[in-house]
């Protein structure tokens, strides 16, 4: 079945450091890939989604692109921020009439001033 | 917007008794999702509804949870009886085609079952 892989946390970064969080998944058929972003005390909310191979997803500085040879959608942002420190879900969503995300474990991000 | 609504916040329970969680999605999203969410774990999808109708519940451990969504609206998702395993966070969510994909979560519902 569908499933997605994402490098395990806390992750812990200096304010302004680059950040990488790596993503692959396995999954049939040609399928979306996200970005969520959950938010101390918050509800899970999209960062970013790309649709199709090489599209490159971003928003608030953050960004991932679907790479398709190697299956991967990693999460990128050059200059990180105290604000970013939240638990990041990559997911993704199979061709198909049901449309529900499958999704990674989470990776807690951690940014120190 | 007001955005998806859950409630109960939290919840406890003793193993063997039956709860109840209820979600009201975005005014008009048509397609609206329960997922579990185990600490430790990203959300797994439960049961998926088009309307009132159920579009995928493979997931769903039927013979202890349920799911109904009589009018479209709003939303119950039941389980009875509850085991220790169940105790996780309870999230709902809803889209329409109009946000492309894009799903909406409520707050969720903390279960503990002691």
């Known amino acids: 079945g569908d499933s997605v892989t994402q490098m395990e946390g806390p992750v812990t970064l200096s304010e302004e450091a680059f950040l990488t969080i790596n993503c692959t998944y396995t999954?049939?058929?040609?399928?979306?890939l996200f970005w969520y972003v959950q938010y101390p005390g918050e509800g899970l909310q999209l960062l970013l989604k790309?649709?199709?191979?090489?599209d490159k997803g971003s928003n608030k500085g953050f960004e991932a692109t679907y790479r398709k040879e190697t299956t991967s959608f990693h999460l990128e942002k050059g200059s990180v921020q105290v604000s970013d420190s939240a638990v990041y879900f990559c997911?993704?969503?199979?061709?198909?009439?049901?449309?529900?995300?499958?999704f990674g474990k989470g990776t807690h991000l951690i940014i120190q001033p | 917007e007001a955005g998806v609504a859950q409630s109960p916040r939290y919840k406890i329970i003793e193993k063997r008794q039956s709860v109840a969680f209820w979600c009201n999605p975005i005014?008009?999203?048509?397609?609206l999702y329960w997922y579990q969410q185990i600490l430790g774990q990203g959300p797994k999808l439960l049961i998926q509804?088009?309307?009132?109708?159920?579009?995928?519940d493979s997931q769903l451990p039927k013979d202890r949870f349920s799911a109904e969504r009589l009018k479209g609206v709003d939303s119950t998702l039941k389980i009875q009886p509850a085991k220790l395993e169940d105790s996780a966070v309870y999230l709902c969510?809803?889209?329409?085609?109009?946000?492309?994909?894009?799903?909406?979560f409520g707050s969720g519902t903390q279960l503990s079952v002691l």
């Open positions: 999954a049939t058929g040609y399928p979306s």
């Open positions: 997911a993704l969503k199979a061709g198909g009439g049901a449309d529900g995300l499958t």
């Open positions: 005014s008009g999203h048509a397609t």
């Open positions: 509804f088009q309307n009132n109708g159920v579009v995928d």
């Open positions: 790309a649709t199709k191979a090489d």
């Open positions: 969510a809803s889209s329409s085609p109009t946000v492309n994909e894009k799903l909406f």
